[in-house]
């Protein structure tokens, strides 16, 4: 499935990340004339990432 951007919203906590500034000013440039903030395509691209992910990958992640 593709990514696909979303404007719902949900109840969230902050996190301070870094970002190489090359990969700040391109998504930058593709949020321009969206209604999509920074944060809310960080959220999404986390979550397209956790949904494709192999199921074997994602256990080797999580220490239970």
């Known amino acids: 499935m593709a990514f696909q951007l ?3 919203k ?12 090359p990969l700040i000013k391109e998504i ?5 004339g969206t209604e999509i903030t920074f ?12 949904d494709e992910m192999e199921p074997s990958n994602k256990k080797s992640l999580i220490k239970e």
């Open 6 to 8: 979303n404007i719902e």
């Open 10 to 21: 949900k109840e969230s906590e902050n996190k301070t990340i870094r970002f190489p500034l």
């Open 28 to 32: 930058e440039k593709v949020l321009e």
């Open 39 to 50: 944060s809310k395509f960080v959220i999404q691209a986390c979550e397209y990432a956790l």
